[in-house]
């Protein structure tokens, strides 16, 4: 179902700002994202089982993100004290 204002201009489109390539402050919307995932050429493609397992499996990213940051994080020593052996 396309936006009022046309494809690609609903809440969720953010326009390029001229950056260059990707993941140089170019905002790209949910739904494009959903599109690349699944291999899907247009928004009237996408289903609500599309949504449903984007949104489960970024759950389950960040989770295992999250679980990874939480062993991964670097032991910080205690300053020692003025009368410990070196």
Do not use: F, K
């Not at 001229?18 to 402050?25: C, F, K, N, R, T």
């Not at 449903?52 to 300053?79: A, D, F, W």
């Amino acid at each position: 179902m396309e936006s009022p204002n046309g494809p690609g201009n609903g809440p969720d489109h953010h326009p390029d700002n001229g950056s260059g390539g990707e993941g140089q402050g170019r905002r790209v919307s949910v739904v494009q994202l959903i599109c690349r995932a699944y291999g899907l050429s247009d928004v009237s493609e996408i289903t609500v089982e599309h949504i449903n397992r984007y949104v489960t499996e970024r759950r389950l990213i960040e989770e295992h993100t999250h679980h990874i940051r939480g062993r991964l994080r670097p032991r910080i020593p205690r300053p020692r004290a003025a009368g410990d052996a070196a």
